[in-house]
Structure formats: C-alpha cells, structure tokens
C-alpha cells in the first residue's frame, strides 16, 4: 500500500507541474515594459528578435565599430479608448564608449528595410530571399530608408541615439528593420549597444524597454 500511495502521489505531482508548466508564449519576445498612462490605458512595448551582426570594418581603422541589425518592435494598447490610441514608436541605442582618441565618436546608423504594421505580406528588397523577421508586415515598406549621423562626443561617457520615429495609431502594430547597419567610428577601446524601443502617446505617456548590451568590439 505504501508502495502504490507513491506512485499515485508521484503521479499527481507529474500532472500537476505539466498543467503548471503549460502556459501563453511569446517565441522571439526579448524584452517589453508595460505603463498605466493617465488616460486609464495600459501601454506595452516589446522588443523582438534583436540580433546584432558586428563585423570586421571596412575601412580597417581600430578606431571603427561597424554592425548590421535586425529585430523587431511592437506596441499594444489595452484598456477603454484603445482603439484612438496616437503616438509615435522610436527605436534606436544607447551607445557606452571607454574614450576617444583625439576626436568626437561619430555615430552613422542607415536602414534599408523597414517595415511597418500589415497582415500577410513580406517586403522583399532589391529581389532579395524574403526574410522571415518581416512576415506580417506590410508592403510597400514605410520608409524607402533612414539614415542619421550624430556626434557623440568625447569620451567616456554613455549616449541615447534614436536611429527613427514613426507615427503609430490604433491598438497595436509594429515595426520590423532588417539589415540595418550602423557603424561608430573614432571610438577607443570597445564600444556596447544597448538597443531600445520606445512608446510615446500623444498625451505625453511614454514606456521604453532596453534590450541586452550587444559588445562590438
């Protein structure tokens, strides 16, 4: 008897931790922040599928950082008024820097492909393999592309750069960037990305989520 009593409860506790573990996931979500605003609203912004490719630069210089980035931002407003929901959502860094040899960091960030909201199609650029960080996302793209270009200062010292900003409504939507290259350049030492994304509501509200530090050395 004490023998099957084991079994059975060994046999409760196994069902009990699958019910326990069976649960809503998120495949691909990174980080995200949620924020009661003041109009009652709960406003999330997420971040999805980040991946920062730091790669040899071009130009040879010790000094030069360069990456390409792809990822994924997306916001959800829940709560009564939802639906009339404005604003905007901006992505971009934080850039953390030891010191710079002599002269301000320049930092130089160009996208290609964004790609923003949408149902079932994928925006394929210049007749490349679709890329499946943008499926769902609408066609033609938002931006034909964005570049910016911001010096950063002498060193050390950690900078916030918004690489772009678009102008969302309704209760979701997102937006996807693939390829993105970003380069920083006079900078010594080793240089990390801590990339973000940001939710500002026409109110003023805002929530912003930080991704993990990527280190371009």
Known sequence: MKAIS???IALVAAIAGLFASTGTSNAGLDNELSLLDGQGRTLTIQQHDTYLNGVFPLDRNRLSREWFHSGKATYIVAGEGA???EGSLELGYQVG???SLGVGI???YTTPNI???GLDSTFVPDGENANPLLEGIQTPPLFPGVSIS???GNGPGIQEVATFSVDVEGADGSVAVSNAH???TGAAGGVLLRPFARLIASTG???TTYGEAWNMN
């Open 97 to 99: 820097f030891p010191w």
């Open 182 to 184: 970003g380069t920083v």
């Open 106 to 108: 320049n930092f130089s």
């Open 6 to 8: 084991r079994v059975l």
């Open 205 to 207: 509200d805002s929530v």
């Open 150 to 152: 911001a010096d950063l």
């Open 115 to 117: 790609a923003f909201d």
């Open 83 to 85: 639906d009339e929901f």
